[in-house]
């Protein structure tokens, strides 16, 4: 999703961010590529302040990389890698649910349910930035059900490097209601109390994010191609 269709409840540095991260990850922009903070200020109507603001919060991500003379770059990102980031991800969340199936009180396991049934509505009105934001307090709701801070922060400092990809992947046709589907078969097992099929679960809603992420690039690449 660009920038025109980007919610207005975002801030202006976080829809510069959200619409870059976009082009970063299907590779509209190519690694190596200097980003210039005029031009994408030209873009977004917006001043050099929260395009700086977008820049830092991106190279935190590891999606450019910031140089002397050279100002912000595209970074360099091998599908190969992504798929490795998503498998290290799948790892760390798997572990989290299934401590969190055995761990998380009543009232966790209902605020649980209740973030899954908001999403519903935002699945079906088609709103990929109301469910991706859903989507990231279900994940945290589940390493806060862990009880170890420790995980915890590990599991949130991955999902923040991660997000940029893991946000790019429900824009695959019929993605978001896949994801919605697999939550559900994840909450079932965590309301059962079935920790290890909760991380099974949890390991095959990680791959089919992958997948869903590898597909839409190969998509959005010959598309380029074909137009070129």
Request: charged fraction near 30%.
């Amino acid at each position: 999703m660009t920038e025109a269709g980007a919610p207005s409840t975002l801030l202006l540095s976080e829809r510069i961010r959200v619409a870059l991260a976009d082009e970063i990850t299907t590779g509209l922009l190519a690694p190596g590529l200097s980003l210039d903070e005029q031009q994408i200020g030209d873009r977004f109507g917006a001043s050099r302040t929260p395009v700086r603001e977008a820049f830092r919060q991106l190279a935190s991500a590891g999606l450019i990389e910031m140089r002397p003379r050279r100002g912000a770059i595209v970074a360099a990102m091998t599908p190969e890698r992504i798929v490795d980031m998503f498998e290290m991800s799948a790892e760390m969340e798997a572990m989290c649910v299934r401590l969190a199936t055995y761990r998380m009180n009543p009232i966790e396991r209902s605020q649980l349910r209740r973030l899954h049934e908001e999403s519903e509505a935002m699945v079906a009105a088609g709103d990929i930035d109301a469910y991706d934001q859903l989507n990231w307090r279900f994940h945290r709701a589940i390493y806060e059900g862990t009880h170890n801070s420790f995980i915890a922060q590990q599991a949130t400092e991955l999902r923040d490097r991660m997000a940029a990809f893991r946000r790019t992947q429900l824009r695959e046709d019929g993605r978001p209601e896949r994801s919605r589907a697999e939550h559900g078969a994840l909450l079932d097992a965590i309301m059962r109390g079935d920790g290890e099929e909760a991380a099974k679960q949890m390991r095959a809603h990680m791959f089919n994010a992958s997948s869903a992420m590898e597909r839409l690039v190969a998509t959005m690449r010959e598309e380029r191609d074909a137009n070129a």
